[in-house]
């Protein structure tokens, strides 16, 4: 059974930076693309980043140049370097590998972004 754990969350200020980690277990985990996913108050769950078995990176566009997704296979864990860190950014944040004909998903870390 995948399981996938996410920490790292918390409240920051604007402009602040938090890192978030998803260590998983279960299955080889090299072999799987990793996705970090948000999702706000009212609104839908959307894509943040996402990071391929070879290393390969996408992000959402209005994170750009903000955040960055990395795995470290020997640990089994993806991050999410968030960086400039805006009220907006405010959501619940998960981890998730694809599978079909549904995702792994994690129990999922809150950040709050506010002064």
């Known amino acids: 059974q995948v399981q996938l754990v996410e920490s790292g969350g918390g409240l920051v200020q604007p402009g602040g930076s938090l890192r978030l980690s998803c260590a998983a277990s279960g299955s080889i985990f090299s072999i799987y693309a990793m996705g970090w996913y948000r999702q706000a108050p009212g609104k839908q769950r959307e894509l943040v980043a996402g990071i391929t078995s070879l290393g390969s990176t996408n992000y959402a566009d209005s994170v750009k140049g903000r955040f960055t997704i990395s795995r470290d296979n020997a640990k089994n864990t993806v991050y999410l370097q968030m960086n400039s860190l805006k009220p907006e950014n405010t959501a619940v944040y998960y981890c998730?590998?694809?599978?079909?004909?549904?995702?792994?998903w994690g129990q999922g870390t809150q950040v709050t972004v506010s002064s």
């Open positions: 998730s590998r694809p599978r079909y004909p549904e995702n792994y």
